[in-house]
């Protein structure tokens, strides 16, 4: 139960500190705007408008953040490593197998020539 846990309290930790700096690189801004318009009596009426629009901070506008951080990172972690990792598990479960079934011809092998004998 307890190895369990480790490995979810690993992979938390790092989705966490992985993700922590997408929630830096954006802010809300109240942004206000106003239109004019002439009713049918010659009056001018303004109406302001505010809206919240998301702007990126100067983080994500950083050369280096998106050169090192966005591009690079992202693609070793979402791209290369679930790659790596792949196949070296399916070669780990193929050489499993095939040493599996050489116990099991060998143990095949012993059974027939006994019987033979």
Known sequence: MYDGMVYITLITGFSVLYNVNKMLELETVVATTSVSNVNEFGENITQIFEEIVLQPTPLRESE?????????????????????????????IYRSIAKATRNHNNISSDIRYQISS
Request: with cysteine; hydrophobic share 65%; charged share 5%.
């Open 64 to 92: 280096f953040y998106t050169k090192y951080i966005v591009f690079l990172l992202n693609f070793l972690v979402m791209g290369l490593l679930p790659v790596i990792l792949l196949s070296v598990l399916n070669f780990c």
